[in-house]
Each structure stands twice: as C-alpha cells, then as structure tokens.
C-alpha cells in the first residue's frame, strides 16, 4: 500500500518569510495530492491540491510542486502571516481509489 | 445541511463498553469516509462508503469496529467492547467524487 512520509515535523518561520514543507510517496500509481491545514482542535481543511499531470500549481501566497520522477511534492507558501500556524498534512491516492493516506503533518508556527 | 456534521463531540466512556458516534454529511454527497485520528498523527483511513454500500472497509482494524449507511445519507460508526487504544478522534468526511475530502469536526472517543 501508499507509504507518505513528511518533513520536517515542526517548522518555525519569521512572519513575512517563506515555507517549505515536503513528502514523499511510495506508489507510483498514485496521481493526486491534496494538502490540508488544521488548526488547533478544528477539522482539517483542504487547502490546495495537485493532480499529476501538472507539475506546479498555485493559489495565491500557496503553491504546490510536484516531482513525479523523485516521487515527492512540496507545499510552498510565500509572506507567511500569524495565521498560516497551523498543523499541514500532505495526502496521496489515486483516482478510483478512495483511500487517502496522509503523512505524519507539521507543526508550522509563524514568529510574528 | 451547510456542512459535515458529527455527533457528539466528545464521548467519554469505560472501557468495555458500546459507543456508537453519528456523521451527517453534505447534502447530495454519494461518497462518506471514515477516518481516525491520534494525538500528533495524520488521518487514518478506516472505511469509505458509496452510497448505502461500504466500498472499501479495509482501514477498520478488527471485527469490534463496524459501520452503517441503510438510506445513503447519515452513517453510524459502531465500537464494541471498546479499549483504552481506541481512544481517538474519529473523523467523518464527504464528498461529491473525485476524492475532494470536506471533513466533519470530529468525535473525540476517550475510553477510560
């Protein structure tokens, strides 16, 4: 089965500076990668995904980059602001399954 | 309803016993997932269902979980002789299709 294995754990960034969140997956036939931002004790919530026929896709200060070669995407988002702290989990599958696995997340926090 | 709605929040319980936590999805969503959430971990899978049918269960770890959708819409997760370890948060989500996940809030299990 789909192994999602997601660096760093926890992650301390400058308000106003740049983040970088990575994963890795195990199964090549998985072709869609949602993220998904949770906040202190709320539901996670979908905040950007990629499909793998594109290798980058953005949403304004949020993009998401996809290597399907190494096997591995990155959630960037740019001007971080208090509150981008939160808890982010990358997920892979792929279409006709509907098993998400998520990987293990990261702590984001934004030093105002 | 406007969102995925579960019931209830917490359920604090002794260990041994029968616990039954509700999920209302999305009006109009076919497809509603089961996932399961430990402290400082990501979503885990435990079962998907379209429509009255749960398409894949392979996520519920033995035979004391259970899960039910008899009209399509409203699911019950069943717990037997609930232990200490399955103490979590149980997340609910739906979706239209193309695996874009909306979750519920969550039920927070504590079993003593």
């Known amino acids: 089965g789909e192994n999602v294995e997601q660096h760093p754990s926890t992650l301390s960034v400058q308000e106003g500076d740049s983040a970088v969140i990575k994963c890795t997956y195990s199964?090549?036939?998985?072709?869609?990668f949602p993220w998904y931002k949770q906040e202190l004790g709320k539901r996670p919530q979908l905040i950007i995904d990629?499909?793998?026929?594109?290798g980058e896709k953005k949403d304004q200060r949020i993009a998401v980059t996809l290597n399907k070669t190494a096997k591995h995407f990155s959630l960037h988002i740019t001007e971080t602001q208090p509150e981008d702290s939160a808890v982010y989990f990358c997920?892979?599958?792929?279409?006709?399954?509907?098993?998400?696995?998520f990987g293990t997340g990261t702590r984001l926090t934004i030093i105002p | 309803g406007a969102g995925v709605s579960q019931t209830p929040s917490n359920k604090v319980t002794e260990k041994g016993k029968y616990v039954e936590l509700r999920c209302d999805p999305i009006?109009?969503?076919?497809?509603l997932y089961w996932y399961r959430q430990s402290l400082g971990q990501g979503p885990e899978f435990l079962i998907y269902?379209?429509?009255?049918?749960?398409?894949?269960d392979s996520g519920l770890p033995n035979d004391r979980f259970f899960a039910v959708r008899p009209e399509g819409s409203v699911s019950t997760l069943k717990i037997q002789r609930t232990e200490r370890g399955d103490s979590a948060v149980y997340l609910c989500?739906?979706?239209?299709?193309?695996?874009?996940?909306?979750f519920g809030a969550g039920s927070r299990l504590t079993v003593l």
């Open positions: 009006s109009g969503h076919t497809a």
């Open positions: 199964d090549s036939a998985s072709n869609y």
């Open positions: 997920a892979a599958t792929y279409f006709g399954n509907e098993k998400l696995t």
């Open positions: 990629i499909r793998s026929n594109v």
């Open positions: 989500a739906s979706s239209p299709g193309a695996n874009v996940l909306t």
């Open positions: 269902f379209q429509g009255t049918g749960a398409a894949d």
